[in-house]
DNA sequence: CTGTATCCCAAACGATACTG
DNA sequence: CAGTATCGTTTGGGATACAG
């Protein structure tokens, strides 16, 4: 009997609107993306130096899967060398005050968790 | 070489706080949860009918993580047949209007997927 | 500069069986 | 009822090489 693969598991976003939502902004990298969205148009190369710790694989990853859900915008000027600019859009606007919720609530909290790995060390 | 192991690497929650609370409550299913906690208290068991979806195990690990990270606390009843009620702690109480804000933005834009999943099949 | 493709290891997860 | 342990598969993600 083979296993059920993730497509054959329609996750009932009808129940939990919250998973849903999850779902798109929950992914290793797309809040502090769409977080550094929050101040402007970006740059793939600007997305590596705000967040070093992304490869540039996981980068374009999560980028197109913010843009397929319709959160980001991405411009592509044709030239050379190539240039490509990533923005809000208009949905991707309405996940902002969530986006800073989200910032605020680390900063106030993030406290916590380095006080339990002082420990651990 | 040797591929750098999860432990190697020290996430920056300073450079991106909204990293540290997606790190919270952006596992599979942690955001679900958390919702369903805001209308009190519940039993492992009563998880499982809420989210059909997540298996014995998956409900077992996350209610662990989110418990060590004081998010949640798990209260047993020293009695035949077992009883443990899991509730949000004041710290989880202050991501309330997090969650909240996650479910209205849920329950407002997931049309857009689904759309694209009828063309899609 | 901004990607895409491939390979491959490590982590996540499901299924299942067992326990107090 | 509410777990834990083990196993095997699937997926995530890093390193690297190549391309427009």
Redesign the interface.
Known sequence: MKAKTKED?R????????????DI??GK?K??L??HLIEGTKRFNEFRK????ITHRMLTLQLRELER??IIHRKVYQQVPPKVEYSLTD?GM??V???R??????????G???AADEKAE
């Open positions: 598991v996750p009932d976003f009808q129940a939990c609107p919250v998973e849903y939502t999850l902004i929950g990298w809040g502090v769409l977080y705000l967040c070093p710790n859900d319709g949905l309405t996940l005050p969530i986006i919720m989200m910032k605020e609530w680390g900063d106030r909290h993030k916590h968790r380095e």
